[in-house]
């Protein structure tokens, strides 16, 4: 059954859905598809934080992000879009621009994707996009593609999230704080879509992969409220896969590649980090790497990651740090021979970074890996 799935999952994300590496340097456009039928008017359920609540995390005095400026493509405003509902070819259903809350005068979004007929799944799957946490042209839309497969191939409902950018506000803490409040949100309103939501497993690929880590931390006791987005109770994160997502921001920082992308998110990242360190100093940087939290985290960890030189923005240490510092870590570092097999090569130090880089959900890190990420969905969701 397993190995079944396995199969299918590479067959539909790879032919129905947005695969282009979620990379931290390189832009890949993406627009949502547009929907058939408009649903009856709701009551809006969504969670009304318009101006971040909460003290800045230690009470540091920390210095503000880059200047804000939407998107030229458009960026969330302070009205939400309309709630549309469409029935896909493969037969999931999915309720579009689902309000779980406005943060910074943003009014913040998901896609709920269900399967067909009733499920007998647990808890719910989310997932959540890269990009560099400010990439414009990286949102929600490509992670549409694996949001319907998980549904479909594992009947397990998947809401598939959008946060705030750098430019829009989403500098850390933030945007952790727009993540966890999507989860406080999918649980309290669970019951309107007839599924279960105390439970939850997290997808998310670069920087989105971090986000999820991080929304794995916010449940912790000993994590700064800030990260919880006071969104109201959260789930239990029962697990986490990332795909290539940061752990330890100031090693991210000090990699000229992917530094102006990790300090304009975390800030100057002139302190180094240790496993386990949370509580040692207050600082913004150390704070935001998922390895300060290694000892706190109880949820199972799926890092799948690219044996270096492969990938050119986040590097396998990422991962083999917290897997060291873990006992929760499962780790997957494909090796080179499986990559160039996949199509992808080593970086050679151009740039801008090439498009087909090991990277993110790229298809030469994710299809080596559909058993290892069936077997951890299955195990926690389903049986």
Same mark, same amino acid.
Request: hydrophobic letters at 40%.
């Given at each position: 059954?397993?190995?079944?799935?396995?199969?299918?999952l590479?067959?539909?994300?790879?032919c129905?859905?947005?695969?282009?590496?979620?990379?931290?340097?390189?832009?890949?456009?993406?627009?949502?598809?547009?929907?058939?039928?408009?649903?009856?008017?709701?009551?809006d359920t969504?969670?009304?934080?318009?101006?971040?609540?909460?003290?800045?995390?230690c009470?540091?005095?920390?210095?503000?992000?880059?200047?804000?400026?939407?998107?030229p493509?458009?960026?969330?405003?302070?009205?939400?879009?309309?709630?549309?509902?469409?029935?896909?070819?493969?037969?999931?259903?999915?309720?579009?621009?689902l309000?779980?809350?406005?943060?910074?005068?943003?009014?913040?979004?998901?896609?709920? *994707?269900?399967?067909?007929?009733?499920?007998?799944a !647990?808890?719910?799957?989310?997932?959540?996009?890269?990009?560099?946490?400010?990439?414009?042209?990286?949102?929600?839309?490509?992670?549409?593609g694996?949001?319907?497969?998980?549904?479909?191939?594992?009947?397990?409902?998947? *809401?598939?999230?959008?946060?705030?950018?750098?430019?829009?506000?989403?500098?850390f803490?933030?945007?952790?704080?727009?993540?966890?409040c999507?989860?406080?949100?999918?649980?309290?309103?669970?019951?309107?879509?007839?599924?279960?939501?105390?439970?939850?497993?997290?997808?998310g690929?670069? $920087?989105?992969?971090?986000?999820?880590?991080?929304?794995?931390?916010?449940?912790?006791?000993e994590?700064?409220?800030?990260?919880?987005?006071?969104?109201?109770?959260?789930?239990?994160?029962?697990?986490?896969?990332?795909?290539?997502?940061?752990s330890?921001?100031?090693?991210m920082?000090? !990699?000229?590649?992917?530094?102006?992308?990790?300090?304009?998110?975390?800030?100057?990242?002139?302190?180094?980090?240790?496993?386990?360190?949370?509580?040692?100093?207050?600082?913004?940087?150390?704070?935001?790497?998922?390895?300060?939290?290694?000892?706190?985290?109880?949820?199972?960890?799926?890092?799948?990651?690219?044996?270096?030189? *492969?990938?050119?923005?986040?590097?396998?240490?990422?991962?083999?740090?917290?897997?060291?510092?873990?006992? !929760?870590v499962?780790l !997957?570092?494909?090796?080179?021979?499986?990559?160039? $097999?996949?199509?992808?090569?080593?970086?050679?130090?151009?740039l801008?970074?090439?498009?087909?880089?090991?990277?993110?959900i790229?298809?030469?890190?994710?299809?080596?890996?559909?058993?290892?990420?069936?077997?951890?969905?299955?195990?926690?969701?389903?049986?």
């Amino acid at each position: 059954m397993s190995r079944l799935l396995s199969i299918a999952l590479v067959c539909l994300v790879a032919c129905g859905g947005d695969d282009e590496p979620d990379d931290v340097g390189v832009d890949s456009s993406r627009s949502d598809s547009s929907a058939d039928t408009r649903a009856d008017a709701e009551e809006d359920t969504s969670t009304d934080t318009s101006v971040d609540s909460g003290s800045p995390l230690c009470s540091a005095d920390w210095p503000p992000p880059p200047e804000l400026a939407d998107c030229p493509s458009g960026s969330p405003g302070a009205t939400p879009p309309d709630r549309v509902m469409e029935v896909l070819g493969s037969g999931v259903r999915v309720v579009r621009n689902l309000h779980y809350g406005t943060r910074g005068e943003r009014a913040l979004v998901g896609d709920l *994707f269900l399967p067909e007929g009733a499920t007998a799944a !647990r808890g719910v799957v989310v997932t959540v996009h890269g990009g560099g946490w400010n990439d414009c042209s990286n949102r929600r839309a490509n992670m549409a593609g694996y949001a319907e497969a998980v549904a479909l191939l594992f009947g397990v409902p998947t *809401f598939n999230v959008e946060y705030r950018l750098v430019r829009e506000g989403g500098a850390f803490p933030n945007s952790v704080g727009d993540v966890s409040c999507a989860l406080g949100w999918l649980k309290s309103n669970a019951d309107e879509f007839g599924i279960v939501a105390d439970d939850v497993v997290m997808i998310g690929t670069s $920087a989105g992969g971090h986000l999820a880590l991080m929304a794995a931390a916010a449940t912790t006791p000993e994590a700064d409220p800030a990260l919880r987005g006071e969104c109201g109770d959260l789930p239990n994160v029962l697990g986490v896969i990332s795909y290539s997502g940061p752990s330890d921001m100031p090693d991210m920082a000090a !990699r000229s590649i992917a530094s102006g992308a990790a300090r304009d998110y975390a800030g100057a990242c002139e302190q180094p980090v240790e496993a386990c360190s949370l509580g040692a100093d207050c600082d913004r940087c150390v704070h935001a790497s998922p390895l300060s939290y290694a000892c706190a985290i109880e949820s199972e960890l799926l890092l799948i990651y690219a044996a270096d030189p *492969f990938d050119p923005l986040v590097p396998e240490s990422q991962a083999t740090r917290l897997a060291d510092a873990s006992s !929760r870590v499962a780790l !997957r570092v494909v090796d080179a021979a499986t990559l160039r $097999a996949g199509g992808c090569l080593p970086w050679d130090g151009s740039l801008p970074v090439p498009g087909g880089v090991a990277h993110g959900i790229a298809d030469c890190l994710r299809e080596p890996t559909v058993s290892d990420v069936s077997e951890l969905l299955l195990r926690l969701l389903r049986e």
